[in-house]
């Protein structure tokens, strides 16, 4: 049955991470009834065991709920649960792009928080409605006054009408429906315009083929249309539509200003990008709706199967995570020592975890990653330009003129008991301070750093001097010529290119060190010497030693002449060098992952 266009409500829930997304959107269902009690369990939309386990939203989910109102009408409310990590923000801005209308939801005792600005900013640059929701105002340190005169001192929004709930115990929930139907836009779109459809999101299903989940912009699609992929002008027929209630259901209709999903059997799977507008085959619309900028990856590393025979799958893997997540991009490498494999590009390292996490999870892969690093313009003598995205392609020294990193702008709130271990943690990783501000007792910072410094550990740094209230949202901002240097791991004489890095010449003998002592008790004990060496060029500037496994082979001497000891020995020595020549040095993949952890205690 078709909903009036001012009954329909789409909108998004956006937040910092813990601050209550999830739990809202749960009593949202469960009050508008769209679960029994019998089938509700906390995070409903959170559907994948990585999100259940380390209770994070990773992929924006959407519910269609039907609620009756105080005025009596019946209403269709389209929600879109996003994530609230700043390696998942390009989720967040698509998601709003289907909204007309946004719930920030503040934590009544924490405040506002980094990524609480970042994903408000975004639907502000999204010219969504926003209202502001409190939440968890049943706590003891709840400080309802003091965060709404934040928002307002921060933000700038109005929060003199918001909501205070408590999305825990379901305090307040029913003020916040009664607020999205009366508070927020309806969609002005229209049912008599050509097609145009908004493909927000996509994923690859084994029974279905490919799931596109769409926003009807203008115009309506009925299930048997022929439909039109604007971008490739691929041609597919609509073999099933329907919405999320959570669960799938089937609808023959879905009309302008609605969020449902289309099943059209595609099987290439580089048919279907997310942005690209659909259209009808028969009545094709004149353009397409403008689409999404592309992602911009930050941090880049190489995915190889420790099996070679597993290229197949892990090819098959990668094209279907590239469908389901847009943000994450991939190129066919080559490597000496570990064979075919994917140059990937990540939005940070969180999403570069969760993708490996994926990786051995959904498609059962052995997989081996090497050191991430960052995106460098490199200008050489012949006066050509390059990016640089991994070590191993890094020309000779003589031929490059010169280096330039990118440069982040970094935005990090803090209680103010915090504030100098973390000014000295930035100045550490050579930031330089831009502005600092003071909102009641907490500070904030914002920083220009150098990305790669803050790639490998700055997230756990910061959480662990500041107990864990620092927050810390970043966005790329320039690149500026700085002095780099590549470093090579050597393991028994052979470089090992999955353990290389560029940093810093200030950083460069501290960080192979460290790499060095740490390899030192993840390797295991040979029959012969390892020596582990960190290398700028030729010149070695770091070294440790593993000592050999030793038989004692002067155990049958007892007593008798040295000459004869010496020779057992000598004959033992030469046995041991012979080996380390024709040995090859097992390292573990659990090694190659520990020494990239390298903190800075």
Known sequence: MKTPKENIRNFSIVAHIDHGKSTLADRLIQKCGAVSDREMKDQI??????????????????????????????????????????????????????????????DASQGV?????????????????????????????????????????VIGLDASQSLLISAKTGLGVDDVLEAIVTRLPAPKDNDDAKLKALIVDSWYDIYLGVVMLVRIVDGVINKGDEIRMMSNNATYKAEQIGVFTPKMQQVDTLYSGEVGYIISGIKQLSDCRVGDTLTLEKSPADEPLPGFKPSVPVVF???????????????????????????????????????????????????????????????????????????YKLHLTSGEDITLTTPADMPEPSKIKSMEEPLVRATIMTPDEYLGAIIKLCTDRRGIQENLTYVGTRAMAVYKLPLNEIVFDFYDRLKSISSGYASFDYELCEYQEAELAKVSILINEEPVEALSFIAHKTEVEKRGRAICEKLKTLIPRHMFKIPIQAAIGGKV?????????????????????????????????????????????????????????????
């Open 45 to 106: 939309l959170d559907n994948m065991d990585i999100e259940r386990e380390r209770g994070i939203t990773i992929k924006s989910q959407t519910c269609r709920l039907n609620y009756k109102a105080k005025d009596g009408k019946m209403y269709q409310l389209n929600l879109i649960d996003t994530p609230g990590h700043v390696d998942f923000s390009y989720e967040v801005s698509r998601s709003l792009s289907a909204c007309e209308g946004a719930l920030l939801v503040v």
């Open 113 to 153: 928080e980094a990524q609480t600005l970042a994903n408000v900013y975004k639907a502000i640059d999204a010219n969504l409605q926003i209202e502001v929701v409190l939440n968890k105002v049943d706590l003891p340190s709840a400080e309802p006054e003091r965060v709404k005169q934040q928002i307002e001192d």
């Open 301 to 375: 590393s190489s995915i190889f199967p420790v099996d070679a025979s597993d290229y197949p799958l892990l090819k098959d893997a990668v094209a279907k995570l590239e469908l389901n997540d847009a943000s994450f991009v991939y190129e066919i490498e080559n490597s000496p020592a570990l064979g075919f494999g994917f140059r990937c590009g990540f939005l940070g390292l969180l999403h570069m975890e969760i993708i490996e996490e994926r990786l051995e999870r959904e498609f059962n892969l052995d997989i081996i990653t090497t050191a991430p690093s960052v995106a």
């Open 541 to 601: 500037i770091a070294r440790e030693t593993i000592s050999a496994y030793r038989k004692d082979v002067l155990a049958k001497c007892y007593g008798g002449d040295v000459s004869r000891k010496r020779k057992l020995l000598d004959k033992q020595k030469k046995g041991k060098k012979r080996m380390r020549t024709f040995g090859s040095v097992e390292i573990p993949q659990e090694a190659f992952i520990q020494a990239l952890k390298i903190g800075d205690d």
